[in-house]
C-alpha cells in the first residue's frame, strides 16, 4: 500500500509542477503494480491442489509415502509458484526429531495453463506421535516482487505413529502378580465351576454349597469349597505431568514410560489377560484446529501460524481405557498411548481420585511413575488400602534417585521396581519366568 501511496504523491506533485517526465513514469508505475496485483491474484486462485498418503498409521521404524498434485485450473500461465508442505517444527527438528523427511516437501515451479505438477517425499517413523502433515501452502506473485500471494491449498491429514513394543517374556511386578492364573489365600471371587474340596457345614452356607453325597456317606452335612477367581491382568497408570520430568532428561524419560507401558500392555492383551490404561497427559487430538483457519494468509509466518495445530489444550480429564479384555483393546491403548503427551493439568493423585470408581479391583494397579511426591505416593498407598494389588516402576536412570522415589512409596506399602532404560522393560520380567507360578 505504501507505494501506491508513494507513486501518487508523486504524480500528484508532477502534475502540480508540469514535470511530464515524471508524471508519465509515475503512470507507468502504476500501471505495472496494478497488473502485477492481479496477476498475482488470479495466479493464486487458479491453483488447486490434493494430498495423498498411502497410510495413515504406523509404526517406528516404518516409511509414510506423501503425494502432492498441483494443478494450473487458470488460461494464464503461472511464472513461478512455491510449494511447501508444512510439517509440525517440533516433529522434524531438534537433537531427536520424530519424523525423518527424505526427499523436499519445498519445491519451486512454473506451471502452463491447465498445467500440473507433482510432489513427492517420505517420512521415516523415529518416533510415536500424532502428527499433522500439511496443509500445502502455496506462495507466488509477480516478476517484479511487488506483489506476493499465500495461500493455504489442501485441508491437513493426520498421522498416527504407535509406540515402541518391547518384547516381554514375564511379569513380575512388585504385586508377585505374574502374567496368567494364579492362586490367592485371600478369595476375593470364587469360582462355582472349579471344586477345591469339601469342608463340614458351617452357619450361613447357602443350600446350594451342600455337597449332598458326602453328606450320605458321612451322616453329617459338608459344604463345598470353590477355587477362588482368578485375579490377573493390569490397569496401567501413566504419570504425565510435566513437573514429573526434568527437561534436561527429555524426551527420553517421557518416552521410556510409555514404551514400558506400551510393552506391558502388549503382553498381557496376547496372553488373554485384561489390561487398561490411566494417565493424567494431554491428548494430542484435543489440539487439532477446528476453527480460526485463514486460507488466505498475509505472509508465510501467518500461514504456519494458522495452520499448525493449537499450541495447549485446556482439557482437565484424565485420559482412560477401560480395563477388560477384547479383540480391540491392544489397539485403543496404543493410539491412546501415541496420542498422549505432557501436560501441566491434573496431577497423578488427582487423576487417580477421578478414576479409582471405574477400576476393577482384580487387576494389579501398575503406576509408572518418574517423580514421586508424597501426594502421589499416598494416593497409591491409598488404592492399596482400599483392597487393590498395587506396584510401581520408578523411571529413573540413577540409583540413587530410585532409592529416593522408593522411600515414600514402601512408607505406603508399595512396592517399587527400577525402570533405567529400556533394556530394564524386559529385564523386569525375567524372575517370574524362572520361578514359574507364583501363589499367594
Same mark, same amino acid.
Given at each position: 500500500?505504501?507505494?501506491?501511496?508513494?507513486?501518487?504523491?508523486?504524480?500528484?506533485?508532477a502534475?502540480?509542477?508540469?514535470?511530464?517526465?515524471?508524471?508519465?513514469?509515475?503512470?507507468?508505475?502504476? +500501471?505495472?503494480?496494478?497488473?502485477?496485483?492481479?496477476l498475482?491474484?488470479?495466479?493464486?486462485?487458479?491453483?488447486?491442489?490434493? %494430498?495423498?498418503?498411502?497410510?495413515?498409521?504406523?509404526?517406528? +521404524?516404518?516409511?509414510?509415502?506423501?503425494?502432492?498434485?498441483?494443478?494450473?485450473?487458470?488460461?494464464?500461465? =503461472?511464472?513461478?509458484?512455491?510449494?511447501?508442505?508444512?510439517?509440525?517444527?517440533?516433529?522434524?527438528?531438534?537433537?531427536?526429531p %520424530?519424523?525423518?523427511?527424505?526427499?523436499?516437501?519445498?519445491?519451486l515451479?512454473?506451471?502452463?495453463?491447465?498445467?500440473?505438477?507433482?510432489?513427492?517425499?517420505?517420512?521415516?517413523?523415529?518416533?510415536?506421535?500424532?502428527?499433522?502433515?500439511?496443509? =500445502?501452502?502455496?506462495?507466488?506473485?509477480?516478476?517484479?516482487?511487488?506483489?506476493?500471494?499465500?495461500?493455504?491449498?489442501?485441508?491437513?491429514?493426520?498421522?498416527? /505413529?504407535?509406540p515402541?513394543?518391547?518384547?516381554?517374556?514375564?511379569?513380575?511386578?512388585?504385586?508377585?502378580?505374574?502374567?496368567?492364573?494364579?492362586?490367592?489365600?485371600?478369595?476375593?471371587?470364587?469360582?462355582?465351576?472349579?471344586?477345591?474340596?469339601? %469342608?463340614?457345614?458351617?452357619? @450361613?452356607?447357602?443350600?446350594?454349597?451342600?455337597?449332598?453325597?458326602?453328606?450320605?456317606?458321612?451322616?453329617?452335612?459338608?459344604?463345598k469349597?470353590?477355587?477362588?477367581?482368578?485375579?490377573?491382568?493390569?490397569?496401567?497408570?501413566?504419570?504425565?505431568?510435566?513437573?514429573?520430568?526434568?527437561?534436561?532428561?527429555?524426551?527420553?524419560?517421557?518416552? *521410556?514410560? /510409555?514404551?514400558?507401558?506400551?510393552?506391558?500392555?502388549?503382553?498381557?492383551?496376547?496372553? @488373554?489377560?485384561?489390561?487398561?490404561?490411566?494417565?493424567?497427559?494431554?491428548?494430542?487430538?484435543? %489440539?487439532?484446529?477446528?476453527?480460526?483457519?485463514?486460507?488466505?494468509?498475509?505472509?508465510?509466518?501467518?500461514?504456519?501460524?494458522?495452520?499448525?495445530?493449537?499450541?495447549?489444550?485446556?482439557?482437565?480429564?484424565?485420559?482412560?481405557?477401560?480395563?477388560?479384555?477384547g479383540?480391540?483393546?491392544?489397539?485403543?491403548? *496404543?493410539?491412546?498411548?501415541?496420542?498422549?503427551?505432557?501436560?501441566d493439568?491434573?496431577?497423578?493423585?488427582?487423576?487417580?481420585?477421578?478414576?479409582?470408581?471405574?477400576?476393577?479391583?482384580?487387576?494389579?494397579? =501398575?503406576?509408572?511413575?518418574?517423580?514421586?511426591?508424597?501426594?502421589?505416593?499416598?494416593?497409591?498407598?491409598?488404592?492399596?488400602?482400599?483392597?487393590?494389588?498395587?506396584a510401581?516402576?520408578?523411571n529413573?536412570?540413577?540409583?540413587?534417585?530410585?532409592?529416593?522415589?522408593? +522411600?515414600?512409596?514402601?512408607?505406603?506399602?508399595?512396592?517399587?521396581?527400577h525402570?533405567?532404560?529400556?533394556?530394564? /522393560?524386559?529385564?523386569?520380567?525375567?524372575?517370574?519366568?524362572?520361578?514359574?507360578?507364583?501363589?499367594?
Amino acid at each position: 500500500m505504501k507505494w501506491y501511496l508513494g507513486a501518487i504523491v508523486l504524480l500528484a506533485a508532477a502534475l502540480i509542477f508540469e514535470l511530464g517526465l515524471m508524471a508519465y513514469a509515475m503512470y507507468a508505475l502504476l +500501471g505495472v503494480m496494478l497488473l502485477s496485483r492481479f496477476l498475482a491474484r488470479r495466479w493464486a486462485e487458479s491453483l488447486d491442489a490434493e %494430498r495423498e498418503c498411502n497410510r495413515f498409521s504406523a509404526n517406528v +521404524g516404518e516409511t509414510v509415502a506423501v503425494i502432492l498434485r498441483v494443478r494450473n485450473r487458470g488460461s494464464l500461465p =503461472l511464472a513461478w509458484v512455491l510449494l511447501e508442505d508444512l510439517l509440525p517444527p517440533q516433529a522434524v527438528g531438534g537433537p531427536a526429531p %520424530r519424523l525423518e523427511v527424505l526427499g523436499s516437501r519445498l519445491h519451486l515451479a512454473m506451471l502452463f495453463p491447465r498445467g500440473r505438477k507433482t510432489l513427492f517425499y517420505q517420512l521415516r517413523c523415529r518416533g510415536r506421535g500424532y502428527f499433522q502433515l500439511g496443509p =500445502l501452502m502455496v506462495e507466488t506473485g509477480d516478476l517484479f516482487g511487488l506483489h506476493r500471494r499465500f495461500r493455504v491449498a489442501t485441508a491437513p491429514h493426520f498421522l498416527l /505413529v504407535y509406540p515402541k513394543i518391547v518384547p516381554l517374556e514375564g511379569y513380575d511386578i512388585a504385586s508377585r502378580r505374574p502374567i496368567g492364573e494364579v492362586r490367592l489365600t485371600h478369595r476375593l471371587y470364587e469360582d462355582p465351576t472349579r471344586i477345591a474340596g469339601v %469342608r463340614e457345614y458351617q452357619a @450361613g452356607d447357602p443350600l446350594n454349597r451342600i455337597h449332598w453325597r458326602a453328606t450320605a456317606r458321612t451322616g453329617s452335612i459338608h459344604s463345598k469349597v470353590y477355587e477362588p477367581s482368578t485375579v490377573a491382568g493390569a490397569t496401567l497408570v501413566v504419570d504425565f505431568h510435566r513437573d514429573s520430568f526434568e527437561p534436561s532428561h527429555e524426551p527420553f524419560r517421557s518416552e *521410556l514410560a /510409555v514404551t514400558a507401558a506400551a510393552s506391558v500392555a502388549h503382553a498381557l492383551y496376547h496372553l @488373554g489377560q485384561q489390561v487398561g490404561l490411566v494417565s493424567n497427559g494431554r491428548d494430542a487430538v484435543d %489440539r487439532i484446529r477446528r476453527e480460526g483457519w485463514d486460507p488466505d494468509p498475509q505472509n508465510r509466518l501467518v500461514a504456519r501460524q494458522t495452520a499448525a495445530m493449537l499450541d495447549s489444550s485446556d482439557r482437565l480429564q484424565p485420559l482412560m481405557v477401560e480395563t477388560r479384555r477384547g479383540p480391540d483393546q491392544l489397539l485403543r491403548i *496404543l493410539e491412546t498411548l501415541a496420542r498422549l503427551e505432557l501436560t501441566d493439568g491434573l496431577t497423578l493423585a488427582q487423576a487417580l481420585d477421578e478414576t479409582v470408581g471405574r477400576m476393577p479391583r482384580d487387576a494389579t494397579v =501398575l503406576a509408572i511413575v518418574t517423580k514421586v511426591t508424597l501426594a502421589t505416593a499416598m494416593a497409591l498407598g491409598e488404592l492399596r488400602r482400599r483392597g487393590f494389588a498395587v506396584a510401581a516402576l520408578v523411571n529413573a536412570y540413577h540409583l540413587h534417585e530410585f532409592e529416593a522415589a522408593c +522411600g515414600p512409596l514402601l512408607a505406603e506399602g508399595v512396592e517399587a521396581r527400577h525402570l533405567p532404560d529400556e533394556a530394564a /522393560v524386559a529385564a523386569v520380567c525375567e524372575d517370574c519366568l524362572l520361578r514359574g507360578s507364583v501363589h499367594r
